[in-house]
């Protein structure tokens, strides 16, 4: 029972934490957060932190490279406290039907933008 639960304890902090053992590690800063390491409002259109960039096939593409806010420790756990507030009450079904609801993603980065600039 200790190993499993030593197990699922590495698990949550390669999650959540910096995860040093990831080859791209550190992709944004030292210390960040990899929780959202695919950001859930992607494409968001901030201009402050991504931007357009011009794909190989000549396409503009939004980037987030430049983006180190969806990695700050307060703001990675504060979006993950607005989307658990949101699933609470929902089956994992219902939790990917919020995932697909960009009106309600959307409100839910100018709450935590307007929390956390
Ligand atoms: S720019 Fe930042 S907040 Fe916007 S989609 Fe990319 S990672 Fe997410």
Redesign the pocket.
């Given at each position: 029972m200790i190993d499993l639960a030593k197990k699922h304890f590495e698990k949550i902090v390669k999650l959540c934490g910096a995860n040093r053992d990831c080859k791209y590690y550190p992709c944004h800063f030292d210390n960040q957060v990899c929780l959202w390491c695919f950001?859930p409002?992607?494409?968001?259109y901030?201009e402050g932190?991504?931007e357009f960039i011009t794909g190989k096939d000549g396409n503009k593409i939004?980037s987030?490279m430049k983006?180190s806010?969806?990695h700050r420790p307060d703001v990675a756990c504060e979006v993950l406290r607005e989307i658990l507030e949101v699933t609470r009450d929902k089956n994992i079904t219902e939790v990917l039907n919020v995932f697909e609801n960009r009106e309600l993603l959307m409100e839910i980065?100018k709450r935590v933008r307007e929390k956390f600039p």
């Open positions: 950001c409002f992607y494409p968001c901030e932190l991504g939004w987030c983006c806010w969806i980065m």
